[in-house]
């Protein structure tokens, strides 16, 4: 097996990973589970579509669609977090550095 080869299945494991941690934390988090009772719809870019299946490693629209909004339901506010608690700390605390 070559290097490119066992990258590629390396990149497909992790992203088979990516989405079945994204599913199973959306089903734990109630947002899955229940019946599929609303429709989405739109027009995007078939390039975008088939990058993100490739990415995804997810071949059904169907399916793109929920780990892509199960991604966006379960995203953190970290970023919005850390940025509000600058200034918080004393500038002279020692966090041993």
Not at 74 to 84: A, H, N, Q, T
């Amino acid at each position: 097996m070559s290097a490119s080869e066992s990258g590629d299945q390396h990149r497909k494991a992790l992203a088979e990973l990516r989405v079945r941690v994204t599913l199973e934390t959306a089903h734990a988090a109630g947002l899955l589970g229940g019946a599929r009772s609303a429709r989405v719809a739109g027009r995007v870019p078939a390039e975008l579509v088939a990058a993100a299946k490739k990415s995804a490693g997810i071949s059904s629209d169907t399916d793109l669609i929920e780990v892509a909004l199960a991604r966006l339901a379960l995203e953190d506010d970290f970023g919005e977090k850390l940025v509000r608690k600058k200034g918080v700390l004393p500038r002279d605390v020692d966090i041993e550095f």
